[in-house]
């Protein structure tokens, strides 16, 4: 169990006992595993419990009173409890558009405390669209980590919003969710009527899991749990009418991505890469991956295209150059543009303040606008 919690599993579990349902006796000490507790610096305690998938439903409901029990530890303000559900072994995968309301539902402390109620609500009936307000869903992918995929889709998400296009970005990067401080996001989200609230940045709304949980917990979640953290940041969030979702997804080829896949219908898939040979090869296994899942590929990214010196202007081209887009020639898919290495792109990562917002017509701004003006159009061009 990942635990930074000043206090021992034996008084979180009793504290846990001492809410029951009233028909079964079930309590989430009793039909959960502890997973992970951790408590930050200013009191909120995040509790993470895997249960049985079937059991999930009934166990949410218990979610909002065990929160209040927990809050009365010494030192909490505020309880969140995420319920991670598991799938039997051997059971088969729900299908797209099957109910995710035995996925993992996060529930946290009482109205009064500044708190919410536990997520869900009526499950939807079978074959129901999963996001029947979202009129396309784009990825953003990349073969490899740390290529800067998570900044193309912050800057990207927001750009499409400066396009006039209703705009909506998920945080699917379980094992390294940052969207959150990319975005600027502060607290949790509140939760309505059983839906979360995404939050409102730029022009956009966005949820990230690094707002629910301890990253450091997210980050040893194995394949079930990231299919229902992912499940629930879909079919649990109020993403209300949207005429694009742009969805962060890990680097690599896996579950998260089939678990999308899976879920909803995929309108494309921006792959981003860096120009060097190493990356580029794993940006072809990404879009042979999206080739085989038959999600179009709107187009490769080349980051880090080049440094451009901010004293004398000349361009070095550290990885290389060009690479993407001869190898988005070679593969037959569009070429999305060049990002160049530059101090102001990772500044405006840490600050939480988008490029595109911040400095929308420095030449990393005009970059990502120009990206985003081109996705735009394709995602214009498809909806006809
Ligand atoms: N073009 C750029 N110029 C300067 N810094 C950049 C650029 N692109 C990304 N960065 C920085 O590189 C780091 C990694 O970027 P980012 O988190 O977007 O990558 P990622 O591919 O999403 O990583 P991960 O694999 O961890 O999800 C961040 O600090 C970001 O600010």
Same mark, same amino acid.
């Given at each position: 169990? #990942?635990?930074n919690?000043?206090?021992?599993?034996?008084?979180?579990?009793?504290?846990?006992?001492? !809410?029951?349902?009233?028909?079964?006796?079930?309590?989430?000490?009793?039909?959960?595993?502890?997973?992970?507790?951790?408590?930050d610096?200013?009191?909120?305690?995040t509790?993470?419990?895997?249960v049985a998938?079937?059991?999930?439903?009934?166990?949410?409901?218990?979610?909002?009173?065990?929160?209040? =029990?927990?809050?009365?530890?010494?030192?909490?303000?505020?309880?969140?409890?995420?319920?991670?559900?598991?799938?039997?072994?051997?059971?088969?995968?729900?299908?797209?558009?099957?109910?995710?309301?035995?996925?993992?539902?996060?529930?946290?402390?009482?109205?009064?405390a500044?708190?919410?109620?536990?997520?869900?609500?009526?499950?939807?009936?079978?074959?129901?669209?999963?996001l029947?307000?979202?009129?396309?869903?784009?990825a953003?992918?990349?073969? =490899?980590?740390?290529?800067?995929?998570?900044?193309?889709?912050?800057?990207?998400?927001?750009?499409?919003?400066?396009?006039?296009?209703?705009?909506?970005?998920l945080?699917?990067?379980?094992h390294?969710?940052?969207?959150?401080?990319?975005?600027?996001a =502060?607290?949790k989200?509140?939760?309505?009527?059983?839906?979360?609230?995404?939050?409102? #940045?730029?022009?956009?709304?966005?949820?990230s899991?690094?707002?629910? !949980?301890?990253? =450091?917990?997210?980050?040893i979640?194995?394949?079930?749990?990231?299919?229902?953290?992912?499940?629930?940041?879909?079919?649990?969030?109020?993403?209300?009418?949207?005429?694009?979702? !742009?969805?962060?997804?890990?680097?690599?080829?896996?579950?998260?991505h089939?678990?999308?896949?899976?879920?909803?219908?995929?309108?494309?898939?921006?792959?981003?890469?860096?120009?060097?040979?190493?990356?580029?090869?794993?940006?072809?296994?990404?879009?042979?991956?999206?080739?085989?899942?038959?999600?179009?590929?709107?187009?490769? !990214?080349?980051?880090?295209?080049?440094?451009?010196?901010?004293?004398?202007?000349?361009?070095?081209?550290?990885?290389?150059?060009?690479?993407?887009?001869?190898?988005a020639?070679?593969m037959?898919?569009?070429?999305?543009?060049?990002?160049?290495?530059? #101090?102001?792109?990772?500044?405006?990562?840490?600050?939480?303040?988008?490029?595109?917002?911040?400095?929308?017509?420095?030449?990393?701004g005009? #970059?990502?606008?120009?990206i985003?003006?081109?996705?735009?159009?394709?995602?214009?061009a498809?909806?006809?």
């Amino acid at each position: 169990m #990942a635990q930074n919690a000043p206090f021992s599993s034996d008084t979180l579990m009793d504290l846990l006992r001492t !809410v029951q349902d009233p028909q079964t006796g079930l309590s989430l000490a009793s039909a959960g595993r502890l997973e992970s507790c951790t408590v930050d610096d200013g009191g909120r305690l995040t509790l993470t419990l895997g249960v049985a998938r079937e059991q999930a439903p009934a166990l949410s409901a218990l979610c909002d009173a065990a929160a209040q =029990k927990l809050q009365t530890l010494p030192n909490i303000t505020k309880a969140t409890i995420i319920l991670t559900a598991h799938r039997p072994a051997g059971a088969p995968e729900p299908t797209a558009g099957q109910t995710a309301s035995a996925a993992a539902r996060p529930a946290s402390a009482p109205a009064g405390a500044g708190g919410h109620r536990p997520l869900g609500g009526p499950a939807p009936a079978p074959g129901t669209p999963v996001l029947p307000g979202v009129k396309t869903i784009i990825a953003v992918a990349s073969g =490899k980590g740390g290529v800067g995929k998570s900044t193309t889709a912050v800057n990207l998400a927001v750009g499409l919003g400066m396009e006039g296009l209703r705009t909506g970005l998920l945080d699917a990067d379980i094992h390294g969710p940052s969207l959150h401080r990319m975005m600027g996001a =502060k607290g949790k989200p509140d939760v309505v009527e059983g839906r979360l609230q995404p939050m409102q #940045a730029w022009g956009i709304c966005a949820v990230s899991l690094g707002m629910l !949980v301890d990253e =450091k917990a997210a980050m040893i979640w194995r394949g079930p749990m990231v299919m229902g953290a992912i499940n629930q940041l879909l079919s649990d969030v109020d993403w209300g009418e949207l005429d694009v979702l !742009v969805v962060d997804l890990p680097p690599g080829t896996g579950d998260a991505h089939l678990s999308l896949t899976q879920k909803v219908p995929l309108g494309g898939a921006v792959i981003v890469s860096t120009p060097q040979d190493i990356a580029l090869i794993d940006a072809r296994r990404g879009v042979t991956m999206f080739e085989k899942l038959h999600v179009p590929v709107l187009g490769l !990214v080349e980051n880090m295209s080049y440094f451009c010196c901010p004293n004398c202007g000349h361009n070095t081209e550290l990885f290389g150059h060009g690479g993407a887009r001869r190898e988005a020639e070679a593969m037959g898919v569009p070429f999305l543009g060049e990002v160049p290495l530059l #101090a102001d792109i990772r500044a405006s990562g840490d600050s939480g303040v988008p490029l595109v917002i911040g400095a929308p017509n420095s030449e990393g701004g005009k #970059a990502y606008r120009a990206i985003a003006h081109t996705v735009a159009t394709a995602i214009q061009a498809s909806a006809h």
